[in-house]
């Protein structure tokens, strides 16, 4: 401490010795507003760097992957659905059925791929247990063609593994995802403290030129009327830019909430029509099944009337209508079971209404994706060339402040 | 000589320091799945604890003569499903050859199936005019007891526990408990499963003859989620009635029945309790598949891979 403390006092001396002179002020002032300028120029580049790397995330990876998330979901839901469907057909296994079961195990894999690059650990339990869920479908349908009962057993052991294994695992790594695009929203969020280093550099602009008029005499300094001209504009641009892509990235908001809740809709709707299958499937002893279709039901009811306050949509519009009367025919189905007309009941259950159902969520949640799409282009456009334009800005601010200020030291030579 | 030395011992170090360890893939395997509802069972649930004395479970009530279909007595049970126009009857879809799922129609069909369908023939005229209603093992007493089924006719062993809470018609059919494993396991009767893991339906008198007599005891909801479990490796063996074996080792030709009967089972249709009429109406109904020989018929169509039908029980009555 002792030997150090000789060098720091010699170099306060010296400062405090420029400071007193009014060459050494000026001298003092160049380092100060050059290093400001640079200081404040990297840290707005930064911020819009920042929002930039947000936007990307979320149009390049975050939302692809939620919705891969949601596709590994539906797909399931609707591979146990078909799978009790086909079953319930009785015979040979109808062949869209088949085709439709194989179209969904087909696309849970491919989605699961895209998922598993980003959430290994989420992924572990699916990638595991999908395979063990088809080997036991197939079992099932062997089975089912040598006109064996325990073929139903099979199917009733992979939609056990479906609905406390796999489902409940793609439910979390869904839910993981969308929290993902949530987080990656909030990173766009408004640069307020190199906004406010910004006008704070304006201000100490403004103060050294009228330090400069005080003691020269002279109203205006050229290079620092031109550095304070660079610096207001680099402010104005930074502030313009982000409540630009505040304002885009909070309808980017209301599209992906809205695709949530059209997602959610979806899923309801495959869960409600496995359990409508299985409840008939059952044969009299259904209740669960019933008792959970009505439970289902409902909360797709609250979803499609959240979605329609979202998104008053013509899909959204026709989505709820298809729902009800989808709802009425399950109403005749259940009278015709429980009067003992198994076979009516059966042949009901091949009404369009579901698929209609199914169809008018897909268009909607395809909508609501591209209006996301289409808020984070907008949002990212909006940013463009404002990383250069800012630097390029504190370059010019840092060089006018810089020679204004070396003029008026030159007449003290 | 000396740097060599030195070389070596560097070379030496640096083949035995450690770098990462390989990376190891996990799972290694996945736990295999069970069928849903599967638990262990360690006693033998509510068997009766006293029997009541002089309770003789088989002896039931003496028909009278059939009424002719579609006029049955006024007030009578019989009545009130005619005019319902059609019987509720609780049976299985998991028991190949006794009451399953055809999978080619759909329909559910079997031995238990076609007694059902006598009784709708004799109530209506029309053995078509039944409604099935599928009900596991466990769910059998309590639909009848709030009168969801008019009958069951599940292969239902008529006891005295039971006839606490639902009354049973005669004797159909004289079932016996035995075993089966898989053809390559050693095991020869239910002797040998004193260290084997047994599965069982759960809420069926098998499973309370069983549990004492093996190691470990698996319940399931249906049959064939014990065959499930039976190839999937997860129990040695499965024990119930014959009829019900003689059904899982249709449907798996690595499997066989083995040992001997080690227990009666004589089936009965189960009747909500204090419904006399029906009773002696089902006994009709019986007495008349046995004289006509549609019982014969029925046996030789479902259990003929049983070996040849042996004579129909003989009614015993109490009154």
Known sequence: MVIDSQPRQALVRRVTGLARS?????????????????????????????QELALQELATRSEPLAHAAQEVYRALQDADATAASAFLAGGLEPRELRERYEADI????????????????????????????TGLVETARTN???????????????????????????????????????????????????????????????????YLTRITNRLLNVGLLVATGAALLSLLWVTTVSV???????????ASSKADVLAQARIA????????????????????????????????????EQAGRLDPSQAVASATENFRQWQQVHQRIREADDAGRYAEAVGLIGNPHFDSLDRDLVRAIGEARQDFSDE?????????????????????????????????????R | MRRRLALAAVLLAGACSAGPAPSEVVPRSVAAPQPAGASTVTAAPGSAANPEPGCDATASLRPGPLPPAGQMPAGSTMEKILQRGRLIAGVDQNSYLMGF??????????????????????????????????????????????????????????????????????????????VLVRRDSGITGVEDLADRSVCSASGSTSLGNVVDRAKTTVSVPNWTDCLVMLQQGQVDAISTDDTILAGL???????????????????????????????????????????????????????????PAPAPPAGRYRD
């Open chain 1, 22 to 50: 009014t060459p050494g002020r000026l001298g003092l002032l160049v380092v100060v507003l050059v290093v400001a300028s640079v200081a404040s120029g990297l840290l707005s580049t930064w911020s819009v760097n920042r």
């Open chain 1, 106 to 133: 087909a696309q849970a894999q491919a989605a699961l791929s895209v998922a598993t690059a980003s959430s290994p650990d989420l992924t572990a339990t699916l990638s595991a247990q999908l395979p063990v869920y």
């Open chain 1, 144 to 210: 089912n063609r040598q006109g064996f009962p325990v073929g139903a057993a099979y199917l009733r052991e992979a939609s056990g593994l479906m609905r406390t294994q796999l489902l409940p695992a793609a439910r979390e790594l869904y839910r993981s995802e969308t929290d993902r695009v949530a987080r990656a929203q909030d990173d766009a969020e408004f640069p307020l403290v190199p906004v406010l280093v910004a006008a704070a550099f304006v201000l100490a602009l403004v103060a050294a030129q009228r």
């Open chain 1, 244 to 254: 630009l892509v505040m304002n885009d990235v909070s309808d980017s908001r209301t």
């Open chain 1, 269 to 304: 709707t495959l869960t409600a029509r496995g359990e409508e299958t299985l409840t008939l499937v059952a044969r009299g002893s259904g209740q669960a099944y019933e008792k959970n279709f009505v439970e289902v039901s409902g909360r797709l009811r609250e979803l499609l």
């Open chain 1, 376 to 412: 984070v282009a907008v949002a990212r456009a909006s940013l463009a060339g404002t990383v250069v334009g800012v630097l390029v800005l504190a370059v010019i601010g840092a060089a006018g402040a810089a020679m204004g200020l070396w003029q008026r030291l030159k007449e003290y």
């Open chain 2, 101 to 178: 799922r055809n999978s080619f129609t759909g329909e559910i069909e079997g031995f238990d199936v076609d007694v059902a369908r006598q009784i709708a023939k004799a109530l209506f005229g029309d053995e078509s005019k039944v409604q099935f209603r599928v009900v596991t093992s466990a769910e059998r007493i309590p639909m009848l007891r709030s009168g969801a089924v008019d009958v069951v006719v599940r292969t239902m062993t008529i006891n005295c526990d039971r006839l606490r809470d639902v009354d049973f018609s005669q004797v159909y059919y004289e079932a016996g408990q035995r």
């Open chain 2, 249 to 307: 080792a249709a449907q798996d030709p690595y499997t066989e029945v083995v040992g001997a009967r080690f227990t009666e089972e004589p089936y009965g249709v189960g009747i909500p309790k204090g419904q006399e009429d029906l009773v002696r109406f089902v006994n009709g109904v019986l007495e008349r598949m046995r004289a006509d020989g549609t019982w014969r018929g029925t046996y030789d169509r479902w259990l003929g891979r049983l070996g």
